[in-house]
């Protein structure tokens, strides 16, 4: 009897409301993590979430939530409070998630609007964003401890960290959290809170890596993963990083 | 300011403008007309005996334009239009301007007016029209207009500021959801389409209106032609696809047509229509729908259309010298996909040049990319290679579909040099530009092989 093949190393990842929350390319974000698991000889399922479906969260190795409409973004907030007890349980136990403009937006305390109604969020970040009549839209380069980021931005929210809430990074060039504190994103554990889309991954590889050896490593133990030739993707990073705001 | 001198005025400047520069002159007199005057547009489209007509939605304004100008122009209609693309209030403006006299009187009889989403408060406001064609609204320049919700808040405001007649796009939630906006509830006429020969692309990432407007769960399909268009309901209940007085059944395609039979409020039509795709089926609902309000009739609007020639950069065929290339323009992900299921998923191993630019008028935001169906091409064996200023980001995109790019060069004159030169004899290319692209790539071609005609 022959031995059964190896098993192939398979992340979960879980897209946190895609049908709700769908509108600036972050489909993107999902094709960069599973390409490049596939380009390393690993496996990746992708499992959704919907409003009012049902879902493991702890089966999850790595989360993906991405920005919608105002109108989504209410029912994805009263949603989002049924999986919030496990979602921090997940971030406290370091899966790493990212999360874009709206889903960064309820992953912290909440959304006030221009009204002056509040969106409760998860609180996994110290972060509270405020509606505001200004968009904030252009081209967006940041630094951060991956080195820097580029990518494009696309909200009227301000949000604002705490005293004690770790930033993603600072702003080179764009508006970032609010267009004032020249902060950007947040941090906690694994997770990152972002307003870049563009989508964010695919012109920043090594920030798509960190992510996917965070999971690795959590569920594997690994301590580090093949490098891939990314030359096209610091081509296209270069080229957006010189664009006009 | 007295009406004749503002339309001198800008008469001047607009024969001033045509002397010194052609292609230009579509927006200048329509703005300093408005300066001098800012109810001169009201006043002057007040004096179009007939009315105006106002088409505006993300994609088909210029084609379905076109298609509403052929059924009307062979009724001896005679019409005042706006330049494709002049479709701001000042490029509105500027189109009276031109075609009243210096009298303020218009030897034409009704006004047909391509409007920008973002313009129709000011202009539903100057116009005042006699009715308002709403296609569809998809991602377009998000960075310029926020979200989509916003836009159509824009048209309802225009429509809100009119008594017209409307006529929606039944199978696009938010477009239909704009009768709400309607000040007679009476005079809304809904178009859509049946069904659709047309398989779904696998991997469909356009549907951006898929939520219900009043409590933001997702809508059930029970039929999804492309993006969010389709046959939709809320789980809830509070809403869904409105009663079609216009609808196509029976849609047959091909490259270069379509074959329909479509039921224009109880009479039962069919013909063909010589344009491609899917898209220009419901662009044809729309102009049946219209013509139908106007009182034509729908077996001749229908007949109308058979012989009509593709919009500005929308599937025009080029020859260079001894060959072939098919140009057509793209401004979004639901647009790019139509082209990818009309012309390219169904043949092998062609020749395709993808020109990508981020200027104001292609949209600063390039992420819309990523929701293109590329992956569906994988298989294909097609040749790609990219252009524009974001032709690295191009090339990306590709990668991640798993397709190579065989040559990348930023500058769209070397580009398609690269690509002609390398084209077999007698072979063709498919160049697909965003549109200042396409403006690059037209002035190009024109004068590198002295194509007439190709620059207006």
């Known amino acids: ?31 960069t993590l599973v ?48 999986h919030g007890v496990d979602l921090q ?35 996994i970040f110290k972060a509270h964003t405020m509606g505001s009549t200004e968009r904030m839209i252009g081209n967006v380069v940041v630094d951060t401890s991956f080195g820097q980021l580029v990518g494009f931005e696309n909200h009227s929210g301000r949000t604002l960290l705490e005293a004690d809430q770790q930033p993603l990074g600072v702003v080179k060039k764009g508006f970032g959290n609010d267009g004032r504190s020249g902060m950007e994103g947040a941090v906690y ?29 959590r569920k594997y133990g690994l301590t580090d993963i093949e490098p891939l030739d990314d030359a096209l993707e610091q081509q296209a990073a270069r080229d957006a990083s010189r664009r006009p705001q | 300011m007295p009406l004749l001198f503002t339309i001198f005025i800008a008469k001047i400047i607009l024969l001033a403008s045509r002397i010194l520069g052609r292609g230009g002159g579509s927006a200048l007199p329509g703005l300093v007309a408005e300066k001098l005057d800012p ?41 005042v239009r706006n330049r494709a693309g002049s479709n701001l209030s000042r490029g509105v403006v500027s189109a009276l301007v031109e075609h009243a006299s210096f009298g303020g009187r218009f030897k034409e009889n009704m006004g047909l007016f391509e409007v920008d989403e973002a313009a129709m408060p000011a202009v539903c406001r100057m116009l005042q029209p006699r009715a308002i064609v709403v296609l569809n609204l998809f991602r377009d320049q998000l960075d310029r207009y926020g979200e989509l919700d916003t836009t159509a808040r824009l048209i309802g405001k225009g429509i809100g500021a009119t008594n017209a007649q409307l006529i929606l796009g039944a199978d696009d939630p938010l477009v239909a959801s704009l009768a709400g906006y309607a000040a007679d509830p009476k005079k809304v006429i809904f178009f859509g389409l049946d069904r659709s020969p047309q398989k779904p692309l696998a991997s469909d990432a356009t549907a951006d209106s898929t939520t219900c407007p009043k409590c933001g ?33 029976g849609l047959s395609l091909n490259d270069e047509s379509i074959t329909l039979n479509a039921n224009v409020d109880g009479q039962k039509v069919s013909g063909q229509v010589g344009l491609p795709g899917v898209y220009n089926a419901y662009n044809t609902a729309a102009t049946l729908a219209l013509s139908h309000s106007l009182g034509v009739d729908g077996e001749s609007a229908l007949h109308s259309l058979h012989q009509i020639e593709a919009a500005f950069g929308r599937v025009e065929k080029l020859e260079v010298g001894d060959k072939t ?10 647009g790019f996909n139509q082209v990818i299921q009309t012309f390219l998923l169904d043949k092998k191993e062609q020749e395709i040049l993808l020109i990508i630019n981020d200027n104001f008028a292609d949209g600063r ?92």
């Open chain 1, 1 to 31: 009897m022959s031995k059964p093949a190896p098993k192939t190393k398979s992340l979960t990842i879980l897209h946190l409301y895609p049908g709700e929350l769908n509108i600036y390319g972050d489909r993107g974000n999902i094709l």
């Open chain 2, 217 to 249: 769960r997702a809508l059930k399909y029970s039929r999804r032609f492309y993006g969010h268009m389709g046959h939709y309901s809320c789980p809830l209940g509070h809403f869904d696809r409105p009663q079609t007085q216009v609808n196509i059944s």
């Open chain 2, 365 to 456: 935001d390039i992420s819309w990319l990523w929701d293109v169906s590329f992956e569906e091409l994988a298989s294909r064996r097609h040749a790609l290679q990219v252009a524009g200023i974001r032709a690295s980001d191009m090339a990306l995109r590709l990668k991640y579909a798993g397709i190579p790019t065989r040559h990348s060069q930023t500058k769209i004159p070397k580009a398609l040099k690269h690509f002609i030169d390398q084209l077999p004899a007698g072979g063709t290319g498919y160049v697909i530009p965003t549109y200042t692209a396409m403006l690059e790539s037209r002035h190009w071609l024109a004068r590198r092989y002295k194509l007439k005609g190709i620059w207006r």
């Open chain 1, 89 to 123: 349980r997940a971030a406290d136990d370091g899966v790493p998630m990212l999360t874009i403009c709206g889903t960064y937006q309820l992953f912290g305390s909440g959304f006030t609007t221009l009204e002056g109604q509040t969106i409760p969020g998860i609180g």
């Open chain 2, 39 to 79: 109810s001169i547009g009201h006043r002057l489209a007040a004096r179009i005996p007939h009315g105006s007509i106002i088409i505006t939605g993300t994609n088909g304004k210029t084609t379905t334009s076109k298609m509403v100008a052929k059924v009307l122009g062979d009724r001896g209609e005679k019409l």
């Open chain 1, 189 to 217: 554990n694994s997770v990152y809170g972002t307003y870049l889309h563009g989508p964010v991954l695919p012109k920043n590889p090594h920030f798509a890596d960190a992510l996917l050896l965070a999971a690795l490593r």
């Open chain 2, 325 to 334: 290339l098919y140009l057509m323009l793209v401004k979004n992900p639901t």
């Open chain 1, 35 to 82: 390409q490049r698991l596939a380009w390393r000889g690993y496996g990746a399922k992708v499992i959704r979430s919907t409003v009012g479906g049902q879902v493991d969260i702890g089966r999850a190795d790595l989360i993906f939530g991405g920005g919608g409409q105002d109108r989504g973004q209410v029912a994805v907030g009263e949603d989002l409070q049924r």
